[in-house]
């Protein structure tokens, strides 16, 4: 859906959700600091379980470990991923919200 047939409301009110959403997730927490050390735990549970597989062979905790740092890096990714097209896409509402009030001066002026 092209966001230039949405109306005038419909792009303020989704770019003021997205200004509040972005402005929640930029602020330091500790959500956040939380969020990449599962990412990186995700990725030492990936190694451990490769060293284990090499050390001892195959067991079904180096498994688990593998499978659970693959689910863990897999969603930080996905996430972060989302994170920059909810960015991306409040850009491009801002634009279009400024071309449109553009569009309307160069109206009232003629």
């Known amino acids: 859906m092209s966001i230039k047939k949405w109306t005038d409301e419909e792009l303020s009110s989704t770019r003021d959700?997205?200004?509040?959403?972005c402005l929640k997730h930029a602020s330091p927490s500790w959500g956040n600091r939380m969020w990449l050390l599962t990412a990186?735990?995700?990725?030492?549970?990936?190694?451990t379980?490769?060293?284990?597989?090499?050390?001892?062979?195959?067991t079904a905790l180096s498994i688990f470990l593998i499978v659970l740092g693959?689910?863990?890096c897999y969603t930080w990714y996905k996430s972060e991923k989302q994170r920059?097209?909810?960015?991306?896409f409040l850009e491009e509402l801002?634009?279009?919200?400024?071309r449109r009030a553009k569009h309307k001066d160069e109206k009232s002026v003629s």
């Open 17 to 21: 959700k997205l200004d509040e959403w």
């Open 40 to 47: 990186i735990l995700g990725a030492a549970a990936i190694s």
């Open 49 to 58: 379980g490769v060293v284990f597989i090499f050390f001892d062979g195959i």
């Open 70 to 72: 693959v689910i863990t």
């Open 84 to 88: 920059k097209i909810n960015v991306n």
């Open 94 to 98: 801002k634009v279009e919200i400024a």
